[in-house]
């Protein structure tokens, strides 16, 4: 059994699902594996990663807005607050999401559905340079 990892760093600039399929499968075909298992784990409280549609553009603009209407940036409705008023909100998106993910391997390739892609989701409005640590266990 073989295994590799690595770090991938997204620079990101607000709110929004950030697709990432390609380069982490650029990744795991430069690390040859047959058969394996590749996890991924988002190292931040405010983000999250999602697999998830990437045919249609408003599916993201959709879950942007859902988890908006149930973690709303209003102040008086929590008491974190360190770093603005969307520091709580998203906080709880990411605990209603998740920060890893476990994609099988076969035949050399990610087990993806037709229509899924793998996103990091910034839960912040400023920019944030966010690390997404890649590992891959297989043969």
């Given at each position: 059994?073989?295994?590799?990892?690595?770090?991938?760093?997204?620079?990101?600039?607000?709110?929004r699902l950030y697709e990432i399929t390609r380069e982490v499968t650029r990744w795991v075909g430069d690390q040859r594996p047959e058969?394996?298992?590749?996890?991924?784990?988002?190292?931040?409280?405010?983000?999250?990663?999602?697999?998830?549609?990437?045919?249609?553009?408003?599916?993201?603009?959709?879950?942007?807005?859902?988890?908006?209407?149930?973690?709303?940036?209003?102040?008086?409705?929590?008491?974190?607050?360190?770093?603005?008023p969307d520091d709580m909100p998203a906080h709880l998106k990411t605990a209603l999401t998740q920060v890893s993910l476990t994609i099988p391997l076969v035949s050399g390739r990610l087990v993806l559905g037709t229509w899924q892609g793998i996103y990091l989701f910034e839960h912040r409005r400023r920019p944030h340079r966010r690390s997404v640590v890649l590992h891959l266990i297989g043969e």
């Open positions: 059994m073989r295994q590799a990892s690595t770090t991938l760093d997204i620079q990101t600039s607000g709110q058969e394996g298992l590749l996890t991924l784990f988002c190292r931040h409280t405010s983000a999250s990663l999602l697999i998830q549609e990437n045919a249609a553009p408003e599916v993201k603009d959709d879950l942007i807005a859902f988890f908006g209407r149930i973690a709303p940036e209003d102040p008086s409705a929590y008491e974190h607050d360190d770093e603005g």
